[in-house]
């Protein structure tokens, strides 16, 4: 009998998958507006005064293992377009299309920080669970959609709220959270409360895994990770840095590195193009 049992143990063992195995993603960032002759100073600590850069409002598509997961939302109501006049906008949901995403194929959504241009759009995937740090959540709002920190729009505050009454946010206890198999969040760049950036374990070119670093703004330029600068907009100058050194011990390479607003990002990562690019 024992025999028997042993040679079952072997043929599963050679049949089922690994018990802990994880999958791999494919990560894509995906622009859906721009803003140009921004202030670099407000990007970077100590840049020139006259000095400019033009900003890149990009989600990042993450798919695979059964999923398609966003980082960040972006936004898309009218008053941040009457404000800030981004060029080539389209709503989040619709620049996914080019890549053949539906809004209803979203099903989770990982939200950095609470400010406008990351979180606004997360009502348009009407199936996504959202996923938001605690002590960020509560912090700037509560279960009844007030504000308590003004980093966050009355709107947005109202809309976390719904969502959240609906039972579509999950709420991360902390730092070093494997949120999603393969998908995991820290915290500590203090952009805002308790802003966060990801981790993704991804297919790469040439067929090979790593991590990816989804930085969104603990980091908004490339600069800010070649010259190691501090963002400016940062409750902690020496968190982000800090947050900065930990990116790079995390990521298989430092290009694998995604900064939050840098049009750089669709230079360096041309395929496939037309303000979508593959991170690999």
Do not use: C
């Amino acid at each position: 009998m024992s025999t028997l049992r042993n040679a079952a143990l072997l043929v599963a063992a050679f049949v089922l998958p690994p018990r802990f195995s994880q999958p791999t993603y494919e990560v894509y960032a995906v622009r859906f507006a721009t803003v140009g002759g921004y202030p670099t100073r407000y990007l970077v600590a100590g840049a020139d005064s006259t000095r400019t850069s033009s900003l890149a409002f990009t989600v990042w598509l993450i798919r695979g293992g059964g999923r398609t997961v966003l980082m960040d939302a972006g936004f898309y109501r009218q008053k941040f377009l009457d404000r800030w006049k981004p060029i080539a906008f389209s709503k989040p949901s619709d620049a996914l299309g080019a890549l053949g995403v539906k809004p209803s194929d979203v099903t989770d959504i990982v939200i950095s920080h609470v400010h406008w241009d990351h979180v606004d759009g997360a009502d348009l995937f009407p199936r996504a669970r959202i996923w938001l740090q605690r002590d960020e959540f509560e912090h700037y709002t509560n279960d009844s959609g007030a504000v308590l920190d003004r980093a966050i729009d009355p709107d947005d505050a109202k809309m976390l709220a719904t969502l959240k009454a609906a039972g579509r946010v999950q709420l991360i206890p902390g730092d070093s959270t494997e949120i999603i198999p393969g998908i995991t969040v820290f915290t500590g760049g203090k952009h805002t409360f308790a802003s966060e950036f990801a981790t993704v374990r991804a297919s790469l070119a040439g067929g090979g895994t790593g991590t990816i670093v989804l930085a969104s703004d603990n980091a908004y330029l490339y600069e800010n990770l070649e010259r190691h600068r501090p963002i400016t907009q940062s409750l902690d100058t020496l968190s982000n840095l800090r947050a900065q050194e930990r990116m790079a011990r995390l990521a298989s390479d430092s290009r694998l590195i995604v900064p939050g607003h840098d049009v750089e990002v669709f230079v360096r990562f041309p395929t496939p193009g037309n303000g979508v690019a593959r991170i690999e």
